[in-house]
T-cell receptor, first 115, second 111 residues
Framework: DGGITQSPKYLFRKEGQNVTLSCEQNLNHDAMYWYRQDPGQGLRLIYYSQIVNDFQKGDIAEGYSVSREKKESFPLTVTSAQKNPTAFYLC??????????????FGAGSRLTVL | QKEVEQDPGPLSVPEGAIVSLNCTYSNSAFQYFMWYRQYSRKGPELLMYTYSSGNKEDGRFTAQVDKSSKYISLFIRDSQPSDSATYLCAIFSSNTGKLIFGQGTTLQVKP
């Protein structure tokens, strides 16, 4: 089945540590995204990539980094510079819809907790 | 003012009720309107996608768009306990490439 696989599902981190969240898709989608979800705030865009070896900052990129070396993979690193990293992280991918809208397919998410 | 406003609820209804979920938006440049459903500890999944003003039906779900009022709605008929989830509206402008999500409304349908 085609889809997006995020791992790990749950992750605990000590303050000051970097952690990397994996996102792999087999949908052959060009664009990939990382969102952060906090209670009462909806989804906020961290980074996105429309093609391999290219990515752009979203609305809340500070303290995060990404790479896009392969079409299928878009890992997110949460660095120690991110002041409040405890959140639910969602990876998504897309192709333009029939009328150009970005219809997103999401992974199951990774919940990061900083101890 | 947020570009997209959505009442977070929670909203609790009895099984069989008609549910109305709503979002308002501020920018008339938004052209495409989506509703996502998100079960607890899962990723969102697309429910409905529409472009024009008016209604779009899919089974028990109806998406309604009123561009003149900048108001979108999702109606769920004959609600079921399996409809208990968070519903997120999402609005897109192809001019700016911006996709904005509402905060999500948490719905509980009680048997």
């Amino acid at each position: 089945d085609g889809g997006i696989t995020q791992s790990p599902k749950y992750l605990f981190r000590k303050e000051g540590q970097n952690v990397t969240l994996s996102c792999e898709q087999n949908l052959n989608h060009d664009a990939m995204y990382w969102y952060r979800q906090d209670p009462g705030q909806g989804l906020r865009l961290i980074y996105y990539s429309q093609i391999v070896n290219d990515f752009q900052k979203g609305d809340i990129a500070e303290g995060y980094s990404v790479s896009r070396e392969k079409k299928e993979s878009f890992p997110l690193t949460v660095t120690s510079a991110q002041k409040n990293p405890t959140a639910f992280y969602l990876c998504a991918s897309s192709i333009p819809g029939a009328a150009g809208a970005n219809v997103l397919t999401f992974g199951a998410g990774s919940r990061l907790t900083v101890l | 003012q947020k570009e997209v406003e959505q009442d977070p609820g929670p909203l609790s209804v009895p099984e069989g009720a008609i549910v109305s979920l709503n979002c308002t938006y501020s920018n008339s440049a938004f052209q495409y309107f989506m509703w996502y459903r998100q079960y607890s500890r899962k990723g969102p999944e697309l429910l409905m996608y529409t472009y024009s003003s008016g209604n779009k039906e899919d089974g028990r779900f109806t998406a309604q768009v009123d561009k003149s009022s900048k108001y979108i709605s999702l109606f769920i008929r004959d609600s079921q306990p399996s409809d208990s989830a968070t519903y997120l509206c999402a609005i897109f402008s192809s001019n700016t490439g911006k996709l904005i999500f509402g905060q999500g409304t948490t719905l509980q349908v009680k048997p």
